[in-house]
T-cell receptor, first 113, second 111 residues
Framework: DQQVKQNSPSLSVQEGRISILNCDYT??????FLWYKKYPAEGPTFLIS?????DKNEDGRFTVFLNKSAKHLSLHIVPSQPGDSAVYFC????????????FGTGTRLTIIP | DGGITQSPKYLFRKEGQNVTLSCEQN?????MYWYRQDPGQGLRLIYY???????QKGDIAEGYSVSREKKESFPLTVTSAQKNPTAFYLC??????????FGDGTRLSIL
């Protein structure tokens, strides 16, 4: 049972445009959500997070939006840069902080120069 | 410079052998985790430990064992009972109220 779903395995975006990565979840107990970025043969790197008491969190070029009623979150990257090409994972857990993250299957983002 | 070190980066195992993957952190984090990644799949939790001398099974613990004798170290043993051990293994650590930090992984292959 996939509790965190990333339905788009891949996405291509022109450099300078907006990249939007989507994530859906089914477990209503999740209340803390994270996005990680992963390059090949490396570990994931934490990007940005959001708790369920917010609907938006922004950090530089990265913004995460949370729609609790739809059980949907999205990551916006503006403007997209070639270094953003990577696999992006969303993850969720039932408590603010750590332990037992449930990951989605990832979306491979390719930025076209 | 603080971080998480996983060794080796590549590991080969013969059928029927146990193999141990190393994970060391100098971040002074209390919690440590082991995940497995297969092609086209997300990370799945194998084991996690919130304090020294204590650990819990994750979602796919069968065929694996761990120990947490020191705060800095959380080795994972892939036993011969693990039927499909070929995968990319990732170790992570965290402190409360912060996101997990990951090592660069160990790729295990069966000869």
């Amino acid at each position: 049972d996939q509790q965190v779903k990333q339905n788009s395995p891949s996405l291509s975006v022109q450099e300078g445009r907006i990249s939007i990565l989507n994530c859906d979840y089914t477990n209503s107990m999740f209340d803390y959500f994270l996005w990680y970025k992963k390059y090949p043969a490396e570990g994931p790197t934490f990007l940005i997070s959001i708790s369920s008491i917010k609907d938006k969190n922004e950090d530089g070029r990265f913004t995460v939006f949370l729609n609790k009623s739809a059980k949907h979150l999205s990551l916006h990257i503006v403007p997209s840069q070639p270094g953003d090409s990577a696999v992006y994972f969303c993850a969720a857990n039932k408590g603010f902080g750590n332990e037992k993250l449930t990951f989605g299957t990832g979306t491979r983002l390719t930025i076209i120069p | 410079d603080g971080g998480i070190t996983q060794s080796p980066k590549y590991l080969f195992r013969k059928e029927g052998q146990n193999v141990t993957l190393s994970c060391e952190q100098n971040l002074n984090h209390d919690a440590m985790y082991w995940y497995r990644q297969d092609p086209g799949q997300g990370l799945r939790l194998i084991y996690y430990s919130q304090i020294v001398n204590d650990f819990q099974k994750g979602d796919i613990a069968e065929g694996y064992s761990v120990s947490r004798e020191k705060k800095e170290s959380f080795p994972l043993t892939v036993t011969s009972a693990q039927k499909n051990p070929t995968a990319f293994y990732l170790c992570a650590s965290s402190i409360r109220l912060e996101a997990q930090h990951f090592g660069d992984g160990t790729r295990l292959s069966i000869l």
